[in-house]
């Protein structure tokens, strides 16, 4: 696929504020902060090194690399990148034109960068907020959500915003954090799911974590433990049981056998497809009336 310079329209801000990683210029951070006002936090690095440190210790969004801070020299490094965290947009930024850019510009395209934002004009700022906003490492909290929402048409706002809080970057661990995020106690969530006849609101933020963790463990260079630790987890080893407990295998054996999309697939199939009529009429907010379920 040939490296294409990148052209859309702003979008509304997100919520949830991802962390994008950069190599840039002094001069082109200050800008780069102002245009992510409300869509990124930009977390400025020195070299790809630094860059590759935070893919490995933290969730980041997106990567961003000045197109004058990547000599010939540095392809390998962004190839291995791009390789090893193929699920975290990489976005070339180019703010101004040298002898050598055409030159880096075709490195970065053989090293596997497909986004290049042009900034030398005004709307170029526009367009890097959207691409950075469209392209966060959270696409599988809009995707699970997509298919949630098609299998659920008409389903009551709490409903939604059940499923909404188990997918969202940095969700709740526990049911406790999960109740209060909702505004209730944590013993009545967990009554009106069995008045209700659903699995216990506990399966669903298992599971969901491990459609996060499937997703995550698509990138070969992010570890069992960067997983456990991105996800909140207390060790490796707690995670390593939580899979066994869920799903009978242990953490490499689940790298092998779900991505993302699987994991999710099977989050379905056990929680949300077999209680369609139920979860179409479920309010976990309100109170079910004598008589009525």
């Given at each position: 696929m040939p490296l294409s310079i990148l052209s859309s329209s702003s979008s509304p801000a997100p919520v949830e504020l991802a962390a994008v990683t950069t190599v840039l210029d002094p001069a082109e951070r200050a800008r780069v902060d102002a245009a992510g006002v409300g869509v990124y936090r930009a977390l400025h690095r020195e070299s790809l090194d630094d860059v590759l440190r935070d893919l490995r210790e933290r969730p980041i969004g997106a990567v961003l690399?000045?197109?004058?801070?990547?000599?010939?020299?540095?392809?390998?490094?962004?190839?291995?990148?791009?390789?090893e965290f193929p699920r975290v947009p990489a976005v070339a930024l180019l703010s101004q034109l040298e002898q050598q850019t055409p030159r880096t510009v075709l490195a970065l395209g053989r090293s596997g960068v497909r986004a290049i934002v042009d900034v030398r004009q005004p709307t170029g700022w526009r367009e890097l907020r959207t691409v950075l906003a469209e392209g966060r490492g959270d696409d599988i909290q809009r995707l699970a959500l997509a298919r949630i929402a098609a299998d659920l048409p008409g389903a009551p706002d709490d409903c939604q915003q059940f499923f909404?809080?188990?997918?969202?970057?940095?969700?709740?661990?526990?049911?406790?954090?999960?109740?209060?995020?909702?505004?209730?106690?944590?013993?009545?969530?967990?009554?009106?799911?069995f008045r209700a006849r659903l699995p216990a609101p506990k399966r669903y933020l298992a599971i969901a974590r491990l459609v996060r963790a499937a997703r995550l463990l698509e990138n070969p260079g992010l570890s069992?433990?960067?997983?456990?630790?991105?996800?909140?987890?207390?060790?490796?080893?707690?995670?390593?049981r939580h899979v066994r407990t869920m799903v009978g295998l242990t953490a490499v054996e689940f790298r092998e056998h779900y991505d993302g999309e699987g994991m999710l697939q099977r989050f379905r199939a056990e929680l949300v497809l077999p209680y369609v009529a139920v979860l179409r009429r479920f309010s976990p907010l309100t109170v079910t009336p004598p008589g009525r379920r």
């Open positions: 690399v000045s197109v004058c801070r990547c000599p010939e020299r540095d392809a390998r490094k962004i190839a291995t990148m791009v390789r909404e809080l188990l997918f969202q970057p940095r969700a709740a661990a526990t049911i406790r954090a999960l109740a209060k995020a909702l505004g209730i106690l944590p013993s009545t969530l967990m009554s009106r799911f069992v433990a960067g997983v456990s630790n991105h996800l909140d987890y207390s060790s490796p080893q707690s995670f390593g």
